[in-house]
């Protein structure tokens, strides 16, 4: 299905050995034995392909397909079609994930330093790195094992980063401290400074940003999202966090560990995510305010007080996900109202 | 009008060439053989530009403006200030946009390889391109003639673009198939991987992204916009799509021909927009929706579920615009009952 | 505190010298001669310190501060803890800007001309002037003295510049005349075509865009933000306006002195801000609407039509603060009768 153009696949592998790697269970009388050759959607999926089934929406497209192995929940298996072959699994989606990276596996880049990056004499690169044309390192900085660094992505001086990272082209990097296998897309700014300001009789005052931004291990960041260092004191993202594209960060903002932030999603001065909480894309966080460990927070919301731990939050001013639609199914029995009237 | 260190104008123009370019008509004793020098608004025109009126919201700058030649729908053309030629036309902003194109032709860039640029051997260059400094092209890449790929700009390994495309300055191209005459503004991403990833007992599971973003002809590209590649399965742009600056796209998403996006517009993954749909600034789609053939979606509203073909809404969640506007009213007189009470 | 990795501070000064650049006033046996030596948040300040209290939310905070000096108002001078020197002052977040500009001052950049930029013969580069590494600077550019031009920032030909600008890393700049001590964030993209186009026939038809972008003195644009030129005229940014992260101005916006436009907020095109509006991250103003002096908007509103001077407004539609606010309560209020009813 890939293409070779783009991504080179391994395998095949035996529908044993994928059974394995996902946790999964072969039924009665499956021929382990069997070769797989990539991974498909059901629909696109042909007689050697590997597809998955996750959501009861698609139990028609599962009906349908023509894959040949199906990664299903025990209680659809019964429901596939003749000629596929169930790997019966609890969470088909993470099963899925698990035998993508089978056949799709990340290898770590290709050894080159190119002879048109400029990297500064004081600074320190791992072993194995990656750097390609028109990057630029400077003084001082000191970067890991086997990262990869790609064209014209620019880590200032004093930069630090761990291993087996990624720097996505064009990307910016200063005035930060970055954990290991951290993945930042082309395009982000990471460092710069915040929008802070006080306002005094002759117009704003610029404050200088003389903190920095932290961010731990396995973190990712999507393209062309921005992350301001701290005012005084650090910006800082727990490890495992999972940013996407176009999110805003600002000075200070100390996101948790394992957090999800979708895309254009926007974090004000100060403002905290507790661990494993999520925000929705578009969404807000108001200066200072907090949301809770594991709380979530709708797409285009806007957090202005503090939201508690755990809960499900929708709406500006963002409330509680079933006073939110309570309030919308009221304003419409108004405006039925209104009409009878 | 324009300043000529970043523009440089064609013509002059005879008012006969210029209304035969417009498709537009004369009025009875007009001099066919006056001369046009430049386009310009109602209100910085001078005798010899020429302007247009497009809304009934500026005919006070119409009858107060000083332009020589004016674009005009019939109905107005009488009361054009004295001194003012008028070519009567029936979309004038239309005539005005073909108007501009006579006076600042699009022109084919300047063939040119930088000896700056790092084009990679096992790429293909079409004729007559531009490739300025600092621009790297992977192996395998494909491109087509006149292409102009700006200064720093990335084009990955595999990278396919046709004719007469431009890639601005800092854009990154991964993992995509791009028609011809499509225009890429500064600082777009597009074929990042997707925001997709399981989440198992220890985390979340990166879904490695094996698809890629297909975009056919004429598109545009805003700036610092970001399309990802599809998890499996393309991303794909239809024919003459038109899409503003900060628009985020994410994996597998399908948008149809001439569609139009506003500025900071989001679509979630694997959402859907049918021919001629539309959709307003800073507005979302939810994952999964479907936006109905020549749908309308205001600004700064979310599709949460799908949307019927040729209707207009508005609100977050999005709904028709009527009962959006109804709602307004109705919340209104509740406030106001409320402070009568 | 800060990284000296990353910073290189100036100083220590004396209490009395800090007093007297902040405008503030000692206490009743004050030793002037007291060393400072460094600015840090109450919650990390040591005895050598100075902080600041600028919010009653904070006075806890400040009671169980170490730091050794703070800037604070008269009315709170008194509830210092044991061990802290405080400097009274009219407004301590100013004096604390003022203070933290004396620690870490705004240095010139050190005048470089890196063998790896590509200046164009026919550009002019004023005195002391640095540029970096694949930095390219078109022909016809003018750039005034002690600019600071980061590594691949992009200024197209005939772009002028005022003295003591920064460009940041990766920065676009086309078509545009930028004033003096214009600060631009990496990934800014200025002067790019705008969005418009006339809808013909055969589709949309591109409306060349021959204006510019002109930015007066002292603004500062933040990263990944963009700013496109004027169909014809000028899109317009006034002295002293403040533009954070990611923010999006259209074609032929106008933006008066001294506004501040938070993250994400999105202008489209020929809308207005007057003198010292202001607007809240997210927010964003329709086509042509006017927001008038001193105006200021919350986040996440969204302007439909031109609002007068001086109010505070909110909402999508944005309407006054007080109004949104008791339509809140009213929609609140009709929700808890329904669940009595």
Redesign the interface.
Known sequence: ???P???SRSGPFSLREVAAAVDGSLQDGADGDRVIAD???LD?AGSDDLSFLDNRKYIAAFEASRAGFCLVAAEFAARAPAGMTVIVCE?P??A???A??K??P?AAPEPWI?P?A?IDREAELGADCRV???A?IGA?ARIGARCHI???A?L???V?LGDDCRV???A?L??CIVGSRVAI???A?IG??G?G????PR??????H???VVIED?V?I???T?I?RG???DTFIGR?T?I???V?I?HNVQIGR?C?L???A?L?GSSQMGDYAMIG??S?L?NHVKLGKGARVG??S?VVDDLEAGGTYLG??AIPIK?FW??????????SR??GA
């Open positions: 299905m890939s293409d153009r783009f991504f991974v498909a959607p696109g969470q989606y993470l899925f994930a698990l993508a990276r056949f799709y990340q190119s048109d400029r390609e044309a028109f630029v001082g790609e064209a014209g620019t200032g001086a004093g630090i996505g082209s064009g910016s200063l005035c897309d082309p395009g700014r710069t400074q929008f300001f006080a306002v005094g117009g704003p005052v610029r404050i200088p003389t903190g920095r396995d990712e999507g393209a062309n921005t301001d005012t005084t004191g495992g999972m996407d594209n176009q805003q600002a394992g999800i979708a895309g254009q926007g004000a894309g578009k807000g108001a797409a285009q806007g500006a001013p006073d309570r309030q919308q199914i009221a304003i419409r029995r108004l405006v209104g009409k």
